[in-house]
Structure formats: structure tokens, C-alpha cells
């Protein structure tokens, strides 16, 4: 029994145990490349026991269903004239939205209702209620994946009404077609579902820090606290919320690396509050770092991950541990993934700061 107990101790803190140097840097025998298993998706009846609180779900019972939708659907995406017209449309109809958010999200649904204008957003963590009111415009986090929830592209009846976000969709599933990354299908599990939520548990930000509640409990930051890490700077405008940034070669390294990627973007940061980069890592400078561009930096073990983080399928990427160079000390490589391709990269120390070099990868 001890022995057992032992071992299990040993398995539960495998991630925890492990020293800053085997969490940043390659092993003898650890392979480069960090293959992401796939898991198994979620059937019914686990979505809707693990469903938040706050949404409800109730049966259509006149719906457009989820194959006419989605067909109709990538008809445009896959006819360059139709998805041509759609996107010069999107882009006269959500003119003021574009204004405010700054081509931060995909949107769809838009409704005036009395000096409020709503949209629905998408962007790269999920999906969004945007709200321009007198000028104000606020984000408002859903909480729903995209890996469980599929929104029909035309709806039946106004998104706000009573009091009420309703979204009319299905509940579905995510078909990982294999070997490409990132162009996921979906199959339907339940449709002609109403989704709603109630406007006031969606708007709700218990701490006025910016961030709605399930915005916060979704990604592991606290409801209740302006500032998590208590590094001064409140969670909405902490480039790297959850975790108080330290300043050393090495945060500096992983800084010019997402400062790299970033390109264009990087200029208009400023006015993209909901820009936000995900990644998983164990490595202690990278977790510490002060980034351009804001992130959430979650653990790569799933068991300890939020649970909407487990869910979603939100990683477009990330990092590698480092390689040591076998002569020179100040010389490593690292390889970068996601963002239309992989990168391997030479980065040196020298005179104070790093030098990068692009050493080869595949642009997809
Ligand atoms: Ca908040
Ligand atoms: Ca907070
Ligand atoms: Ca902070």
C-alpha cells in the first residue's frame, strides 16, 4: 500500500516536481517536437452535465436545422464572388463596430434596441456579446466553446430580447480531420436548440475590473480581485495577468520571439483590448514575462487546466523548451509553431541582447 501510494504521488506531481531546467530546456533523449494528443470529444450528455449554470437550454420547435446552416454556409466560403460580396457586406454593415473593436472579431447578428447596438463576436478564445452604448463599447465573454456550441448563421428572432442574449444553434461535436491542424469539422449531436442567457449574468464583473465574471472564470483569473497577480496593474490591462513578470535574458528571449510574430498587429495593439494570445507552457520565464501583446499563460496539463481551457480547443501554437547548443553557452534553438507555419529558430546572446535567426521550418 505504500509503495501505491507512492507512485501515485509521483504521477499526480510530475509537472510539479520538475526543476525550472528540465520545464525550460530540452533533455538528453526528450524529443524536440510536443505532438498535442488528440482526445476523445465530449457526447451529449456530457456537454450538458458539464454546462455552465448560467446558460439554459430549451427545444425549438420550428428550427432551421444544422446541415442546411452550415451548408449554406461554406457555400459562401468556398465561392470566391459569394465570400467576396459577404465580407464587403460584413464590412458596411459593422462599420461601427469595426470602429470600436478594431477588427477584433468576426461578427454576426447585429440589433439596435433603444441607444444600445449588439453583435455577437467571434474571436480566437470564443464567442462574445459586443455592446456599443452611448458610445461605450464593451466585450462580454459567453463561456461557450465552439468545440460543443454551433450557432445557426441566421436566426430566427432578435439575439437580445426580454432580457435575454437566445441564440438559436445545436449542440455538436468536433471532427478533427488528421494532419490539418486547424480545419476542424463539426458534427451535429442535438439540434434546434435555444441557448439563452440572462443579460445580467452576462454583463456581470463582480470586481469592475473590465473582465466579465465568466470571462474570469473561464481562463482562471479572479472574479472578485481587480488585480490577480497583484503586480499593480489590473487584470484588463496586464499584458500577462495571471502571473508577475521578471525581467532576465531568458523572459526577454520569449518577449522577442511573440514581438516577432506578432507583425503588423503589433502597431495597433493599443486599440485591441480583446486581442489576447493563449499558450501552454510549465516554463517558469516564459510564465514570467511582459509581453506587447497581451496573453494568458495556462499549464500544459489538462487536469489543471480551467475548464473551459480543457474544453476549447483555443492554442494556435506556441514555443518549444529550448535546445542547448553543444559548444556555445550563449546559443540555443527553438521552434515556433502556429500562425500559418513552423519556424525553427538560432537565438544567441550577445552584447545584452538576443539575435534571431530563422534556421529553416514549413509555411503552410
Ligand atoms: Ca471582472
Ligand atoms: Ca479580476
Ligand atoms: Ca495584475
Not at 444600445?116 to 463599447?137: D, F, M, P
Not at 514581438?259 to 486581442?275: C, P, R, T, W
Request: proline share 3%; charged share 30%; aromatic share 16%.
Amino acid at each position: 500500500m505504500k509503495y501505491f501510494s507512492f507512485l501515485l504521488v509521483i504521477l499526480f506531481c510530475s509537472s510539479c516536481s520538475k526543476s525550472l531546467e528540465e520545464k525550460c530546456f530540452i533533455q538528453e533523449n526528450e524529443n524536440y517536437f510536443n505532438g498535442s494528443e488528440i482526445e476523445e470529444p465530449f457526447d451529449m450528455e456530457e456537454i450538458i452535465k458539464n454546462k455552465p449554470d448560467y446558460l439554459e437550454i430549451t427545444k425549438l420547435k420550428k428550427y432551421r436545422s444544422f446541415k442546411i446552416d452550415s451548408i449554406e454556409s461554406s457555400n459562401i466560403r468556398y465561392d470566391l464572388q459569394k465570400s467576396e460580396r459577404y465580407l464587403k457586406d460584413q464590412d458596411s454593415i459593422y462599420s461601427d463596430f469595426n470602429d470600436k473593436f478594431f477588427n477584433q472579431f468576426e461578427y454576426s447578428f447585429k440589433q439596435i434596441s433603444g441607444n444600445s447596438k449588439y453583435a455577437l463576436g467571434r474571436n480566437g478564445l470564443g464567442y462574445w456579446l459586443l455592446e456599443i452604448k452611448n458610445k461605450k463599447a464593451s466585450a462580454y465573454f459567453l463561456g461557450l466553446s465552439f468545440s460543443h456550441y454551433y450557432f445557426n448563421k441566421i436566426q430566427g428572432s432578435p439575439i437580445i430580447q426580454d432580457g435575454f442574449l437566445q441564440l438559436e444553434g445545436s449542440l455538436v461535436k468536433i471532427v478533427k480531420v488528421s494532419g490539418l491542424p486547424g480545419y476542424d469539422d463539426y458534427s451535429v449531436l442535438d439540434d434546434g436548440k435555444l441557448f439563452k442567457i440572462k443579460l445580467e449574468d452576462l454583463i456581470k464583473d463582480s470586481d469592475q475590473d473590465g473582465f466579465n465574471d465568466i470571462f474570469e472564470n473561464s481562463f482562471g483569473l479572479d472574479p472578485d480581485k481587480k488585480d490577480t497577480d497583484d503586480d499593480g496593474i489590473d487584470d484588463f490591462h496586464d499584458h500577462n495577468p495571471l502571473f508577475k513578470s521578471e525581467k532576465n535574458k531568458f523572459t526577454e528571449l520569449y518577449e522577442d520571439l511573440i514581438s516577432q510574430h506578432l507583425g503588423i498587429v503589433k502597431e495597433n495593439l493599443d486599440k485591441m483590448a480583446y486581442f489576447i494570445l493563449p499558450y501552454e507552457t510549465d516554463c517558469d520565464y516564459f510564465k514570467n514575462i511582459d509581453p506587447d501583446a497581451k496573453v494568458l499563460i495556462m499549464p500544459t496539463e489538462k487536469s489543471e487546466q480551467p475548464y473551459y481551457v480543457q474544453v476549447t480547443d483555443i492554442f494556435n501554437g506556441g514555443y518549444s523548451k529550448f535546445k542547448k547548443d553543444d559548444k556555445n553557452p550563449n546559443l540555443f534553438y527553438i521552434h515556433e509553431s502556429g500562425g500559418g507555419g513552423i519556424i525553427d529558430y538560432s537565438v544567441e546572446f550577445k552584447n545584452g541582447v538576443w539575435i534571431l535567426k530563422n534556421i529553416g521550418g514549413i509555411v503552410s
